[in-house]
């Protein structure tokens, strides 16, 4: 709750930070925009919310299967100062990706449940819950 | 006692609350702030255990360091400068290179720090009274870790994880500043490294060789118990946050009726079974203080060693929450006793050797490889058999932690005019 009130007061913030250093230079950017068609970011590190309950998680690493096709992201949930963290690798097509902020389709029940994630071969994902 | 001396000691109260407050963000937090600087796993474990093995092999030379020092205030000047500019390396310089360094100069500075902290004690107070003080300082420090738990809380939930390092970094001024009331001239140099009587004969004698110290009974018996508390005490309070997150359901606050999500209600249960123990601590240290001198110390440090194995053991049978938060009191007392009986064991161990600060390396040592013990081999054991039988194993080592001592454990305090008899007569007036 407490969150997702932090990320509207910020999406609420950005295009007044954005606009003040960009109007200036509008040809600039628009050479920019057509040059670079796909803007990529990192997600290491980023916060997740899951999309029924509103719970915050951050991603901490991502998954991938032999072909290099990323499978499932490691979210840590939780704890108080570092401890009590939660680890648990959610399968990548559960992520949804709204502008800045990222959301995940599982619920609060599917976490609790869920196993511990061990960077062990035997990784058993969490699935989105329209599956 | 004379003003200035007061002034001393006021400034030993708030320097002891300041050392807690700046040593909060260093603990697990430091693994949450580096996931948001994008670093990956495999870098935040190695950094972390490098920081775990250079803890382990600086205790010893720490303390022999602090006893060569001819200025604990000094040493523990240094060391808080260390820290603090360690806090403003994390914050500033998130690379690799600069995390290395930081964290080494942190533990560095720990290492130095732990034993200057009781040795400036030693040096202000005297053998006589120093089992009182000893639990003063452990009254503010848990305030100290107390606030600071929750300051940083907050600091890193509001503000930013980075931010907790500039406030630790800023702290770093008043620590400095607690230290500066501490007079140099009060602080009896010969005391604080566990020589004789000090000013009547300051420095007559060399320390005695570190082998004569080392095979004492009592600090072998007294090094391996601490090794076998911490082998149990250490993985107890992660394994009960990885519960907690676990198995906290749908929760609604009584008496506002707001609905809080699972995420923040297992943050404000660890955060209750980080906060239950420092308030338990800063209520009864004195006392334990007080006690350890009426009774003997063999008896209070039985009792904190009790509290350990029945703590395991009702989080080994009980998943409740509420439970959970009421058998962290238990820590409380362990904190309490710990916090106060070791050093006063370890000043009367090394009680004319000059080698007080060596000995609490020791102490240190043990320690540090128990805490390492006891997350590895714990970890392991939740994982294959579950966090029940993880509990059942940390109980265990607990109890052998406590016949350790209960088999071979002499009582360590002087029998001499100025110890224990003395002062048996002040425990019962008090």
Redesign the interface.
Same mark, same amino acid.
């Given at each position: 709750? &407490?969150v997702l009130a932090r990320h509207a007061f910020f999406s609420a913030l950005l295009p007044f930070l954005l606009a003040a250093p960009l109007a200036p230079a509008g040809a600039a950017e628009e050479g920019l925009s057509s040059a670079a068609a796909v803007k990529l970011e990192?997600v $290491? +590190?980023r916060e997740v919310t899951t999309s029924p /309950? +509103? !719970?915050? +998680?951050?991603v #901490? !690493?991502l998954l991938v299967d032999r072909e290099g096709t990323v499978r499932a992201a490691?979210v840590?949930? &939780? +704890?108080? $100062?570092? #401890?009590? %963290?939660?680890k648990v690798a959610i399968e990548w097509p559960a992520f949804r990706f709204y502008g800045r902020s990222i959301g995940v389709d599982v619920s609060?029940e599917q #976490?609790? %449940?869920a196993p /511990?994630y061990? &960077?062990t071969d035997s990784t058993s994902l969490v699935r989105a819950i329209s599956d | 006692m004379p003003s200035a001396l007061r002034r001393s000691e006021r400034g030993l109260d708030w320097f002891t609350f300041f050392v807690a407050d700046i040593q909060t963000g260093f603990g697990p937090f430091l693994a949450v702030y580096l996931t948001t600087q994008k670093w990956n796993q495999v870098d935040i474990g190695l950094i972390l255990a490098i920081g775990s093995l250079a803890g382990l092999m600086s205790q010893l030379p720490a303390g022999w360091l602090v006893d060569m020092a001819p200025s604990k205030r000094r040493a523990a000047m240094l060391a808080v400068l260390g820290i603090g500019i360690s806090a403003l390396m994390i914050a500033l310089l998130p690379s690799f290179l600069g995390i290395l360094v930081a964290k080494l100069l942190h533990v560095a500075s720990s290492s130095v720090l732990g034993p200057a902290i009781a040795a400036i004690t030693l040096g202000l107070v005297g053998h006589a009274a120093v089992g009182p003080r000893l639990g003063r300082n452990a009254r503010f420090a848990s305030i100290g870790n107390g606030l600071a738990a929750g300051l940083m809380g907050a600091t890193g939930y509001l503000v930013s994880p980075q931010a907790v390092f500039l406030v630790t970094a800023a702290l770093a001024l008043p620590t400095l500043l607690a230290l500066g009331q501490i007079r140099e001239s009060d602080i009896d140099p010969s005391l604080a490294d566990g020589g004789l009587n000090g000013r009547t004969a300051p420095l007559a004698t060399a320390p005695v060789a570190i082998g004569r110290l080392l095979r004492k009974r009592s600090l072998v018996v007294l090094t391996f118990a601490l090794f076998l508390f911490h082998a149990a005490n250490a993985a107890m309070l992660p394994l009960v946050g990885t519960e907690m997150a676990m198995r906290s359901d749908r929760v609604v606050l009584p008496l506002v009726g707001i609905e809080i999500s699972m995420g923040q209600w297992a943050s404000a249960l660890v955060a209750l079974c980080i906060v239950v123990p420092q308030l338990v601590v800063a209520a009864i240290a004195p006392g334990v203080g007080r006690l350890a001198v009426a009774r003997g110390r063999r008896p209070v440090l039985l009792l904190g060693f009790a509290a350990l194995p029945a703590r395991a053991a009702i989080l080994a049978i009980n998943s409740d929450p509420w439970v959970i938060v009421a058998a962290q009191m238990l820590d409380g007392i362990c904190g309490a006793v710990l916090g106060v009986l070791v050093p006063l064991s370890l000043a009367d161990i090394a009680r004319g050797t000059g080698r007080f600060n060596l000995a609490q390396g020791v102490a240190a040592s043990a320690t540090g490889i128990g805490a390492a013990t006891s997350t590895a081999v714990a970890g392991y054991l939740a994982t294959a058999f579950g966090s029940g039988t993880a509990f059942l194993g940390l109980a265990g080592t607990a109890a052998a932690a406590f016949i350790t001592l209960l088999v071979a454990m002499p009582e360590t305090a002087p029998k001499d005019a100025n110890g224990l008899e003395a002062n048996r007569t002040d425990g019962a007036t008090l």
């Open positions: 709750m &407490g990192s $290491l +590190g /309950d +509103g !719970d915050a +998680g951050r #901490i !690493d490691v840590e949930f &939780g +704890g108080f $100062l570092g #401890i009590g %963290t939660r609060r #976490i609790r %449940t /511990d061990k &960077g | -």
